[in-house]
C-alpha cells in the first residue's frame, strides 16, 4: 500500500502484514501493541521500587490485566460498531486486523488489575500510578499500528504533514455522506490529518511528564489522575478530527469520555490537595513508598535494620520520593 505526505514530499509504501506463515499471517497492528506492552512492562518493573510495589507482584497483576484490557478494548468497539459483526459474528474475535478501543481497553485492565491487587493484597492506587505510565507508552507505540492498518485518521488538512492513502480515498468515499450529515465536508482525494500521529506525540508527552513528575507525587494516586487529565484533554481534541469515532447519535462517545475524564481528573484532585493544606499534617497521605521509608528509617533509629541505600538520583527516606524497601505494607489500603 502507498502512503503519501505531499507536503514533505514523503511517498512510503508500507504493508499491514509483518509475518506469514503459510496461510497464518501475523499483522504489524499486533506485533507494536506487544512492543509496546513489553517495554511498558520492564520500564514499570524497573521503577516498582520507587512506588512501594514489589516487581514480582506488579507482573502478577499486569498478566491479570492484559486479558482484561484486551477483552474490555474489543467489547467497547463492538458494543458500538456491532452493524459491523451482526452478519458474522465469528468476526468478533478477529482480533488481528484491528476495531479496538483505547477507553475500552483501559477499563478493561484497571477492573481485572484492581482484583488482582486486591487478591494480592497490594494498594490499588500505587499501582495506578506506575501503570500510568506504562499506559502511555504502550498508547504511544500502539498508535502506529493505526498508521499500518491506515485507520484513525481525521478529515482534510492543507497542513504540510497531512497524509492520503487508497485506504483513506476509500473509507471517505464510503462515508462522505454520513459525515455530511454531522456537517463534516470532506474531499477523498485530498490529504487528511494523520491523528494516529497526534496521539503518539500527546501520549510521549504525557509519559515525559510523568516520569519526571514521580519525585514530586505528594499523594498515592496523583499520578494515575494525571494521567488521566492529560490523556483526555488530548482525546478531546484529537477526536473532534476524525472521522471514524464511534458514535451515539451525533455525539462522539470518546469525545463525551474524554471530557468526562479531564473534569472528574480535576475535582478529584482539587479536592484532594486540599484535604492536604487543611490537614497541617506533613505525614497525611504521603504515598506508600514515603511511609515505608520513613517506618524503616524509625527502625533504623532504634536499633533495628536500616532501609537499602537510595540509588544514584533518588531522594532519601525524609524526602517524598524515597526507594521503597521490601517490607510487606505497613497498612491495608487501596
Not at 61 to 88: E, H, L, M, T
Not at 135 to 144: D, V
Not at 204 to 209: K, R, T, Y
Not at 298 to 306: H, I, L, M, S, V
Request: some cysteine.
Amino acid at each position: 500500500m502507498e502512503v503519501r505526505f505531499p507536503g514533505l514530499g514523503l511517498d512510503l509504501k508500507i504493508n499491514d502484514v509483518a509475518l506469514k506463515i503459510g496461510s497464518f499471517e501475523i499483522y504489524w497492528y499486533a506485533v507494536v501493541i506487544c512492543l509496546g506492552l513489553v517495554l511498558a512492562v520492564l520500564y514499570c518493573y524497573r521503577r516498582s521500587k520507587l512506588f512501594g510495589v514489589k516487581g514480582d507482584d506488579f507482573l502478577d497483576v499486569v498478566f491479570w490485566g492484559f486479558f482484561g484490557g484486551i477483552i474490555g478494548a474489543r467489547a467497547y468497539y463492538v458494543a458500538y460498531a456491532f452493524d459491523q459483526f451482526k452478519d458474522n459474528l465469528w468476526q468478533i474475535f478477529n482480533f488481528r486486523t484491528g476495531g479496538m478501543a483505547i477507553y475500552g481497553g483501559l477499563i478493561g485492565a484497571i477492573l481485572v488489575g484492581a482484583i488482582a491487587c486486591r487478591v494480592k493484597k497490594m494498594k490499588v492506587l500505587p499501582v495506578l500510578d506506575l501503570a500510568g505510565m506504562g499506559f502511555f507508552i504502550g498508547q504511544a507505540l500502539g498508535r502506529w499500528g493505526n498508521f499500518f492498518n491506515q485507520e484513525a485518521f481525521g478529515s482534510n488538512t492543507t497542513l504540510p504533514w497531512g497524509m492520503y492513502s487508497p485506504n483513506t480515498e476509500a473509507y471517505l468515499s464510503r462515508h462522505a455522506t454520513a459525515l455530511a450529515d454531522l456537517g463534516v465536508a470532506v474531499d477523498p482525494t485530498m490529504p487528511v490529518h494523520p491523528c494516529f500521529f497526534y496521539e503518539f506525540l500527546w501520549c510521549l508527552a504525557g509519559f515525559l511528564i510523568l516520569h519526571f513528575y514521580t519525585k514530586h507525587r505528594r499523594f498515592d494516586g496523583e499520578m494515575f489522575l494525571i494521567y488521566i487529565g492529560w490523556y483526555g484533554l488530548g482525546r478531546f481534541w484529537i477526536e473532534g478530527l476524525r472521522t471514524d469515532s464511534l458514535m451515539i447519535g451525533r455525539l462522539r462517545v470518546s469525545q463525551l469520555l474524554a471530557g468526562a475524564c479531564v473534569v472528574a481528573a480535576l475535582i478529584t484532585w482539587l479536592i484532594v490537595k486540599g484535604k492536604i493544606r487543611a490537614a497541617h499534617d506533613e505525614s497525611y497521605l504521603r504515598p506508600q513508598a514515603w511511609q515505608l521509608a520513613r517506618a524503616a528509617a524509625a527502625a533504623e533509629g532504634e536499633g533495628g535494620p536500616g532501609p537499602s541505600a537510595p540509588e544514584e538520583g533518588e531522594a532519601g527516606p525524609a524526602d517524598p520520593e524515597p526507594e521503597a524497601s521490601d517490607a510487606p505494607d505497613a497498612e491495608d489500603g487501596r
